[in-house]
């Protein structure tokens, strides 16, 4: 059933953005508008490919935008022929937004970030937890501010990380637990209900935007350091080394008795081998 109490815009771009649309949807919740990035060359084609939150706006009739640069009065005109919404969802975005944009909602702007803040603000939190060995993460539901993951906390749920999980399982994790507490919450934010609690900047950790060169691994260096890396980039960028200036990607490994154990990889140009194999071969 259509919820009809919100007027909401929707700002997001990867398959995290278009997967918490999914859950919004299937509880009623139908962004008025969706903000999403532009069309980008991908795969060795470099094909001009939309952002899955594009794909999701059309297949579901719903009015989007690509902006190459968020222009708060274009956006503003667009906003005062439609009635000012209640409220903006922002998942995965991409761009900043301007403090102008932020405060145009009745009931401000809010954010579903993977981590638990103010530990790692920034574009990588579900790697980084991995990266650095962390035991639990979790969902943070945040009004936002103009400063980078920075807004008071409107609601928080942690959970584990298990030894072996890998980035692209966790996220999978944290995608339906974020959508499932937004939906938890929206009742409170239409009623005004909700409680803030400011985060501690004392506290505050950061985390950068992955590069491919990021998934080079040294063989040599720590066990688990590997090991969690491997976890970490395992979708992308990939943990890699070179062998006679060929990039060898690992498509499979494993932690036993503390020592990082690789058991497939892919040499440049060539199939999936065992890395056994690789050793004793010539590549």
Known sequence: MLNKNLKFVFFGTPDVSSETLDILKKNGYIPSLIITSTDKPQGRKMLLTPPPVKTWAIENNIQYLQPEKIDTEKIWDIFKTQNIPDL??????GKILPEKLLNLPKLGSINIHYSLLPKYRGASPVESAILNGDTETGITIQKMEFKMDS???IAKETIEILPDE????????????????LIKILPDI????????????????YCKKIKKEDGLIDLNDDSIKNYNKFRAYSS?????????????????ALLENEEFKILKILPEGKKEIDYKNFISSNL
């Open 166 to 181: 890998k980035a692209i399982d966790l996220r999978k994790k944290l995608i339906k637990i974020g959508g499932e507490l």
């Open 190 to 205: 239409i009623e005004n209900k909700i409680q803030l609690n400011s985060q501690d900047e004392a506290q505050a950790t």
């Open 88 to 93: 903006f969802i922002v998942v995965a975005y």
């Open 151 to 153: 807004g008071p906390i």
């Open 236 to 252: 992308w960028p990939r943990t890699f080394f070179f062998k006679n200036n060929k990039r060898i990607i690992i498509t499979d």
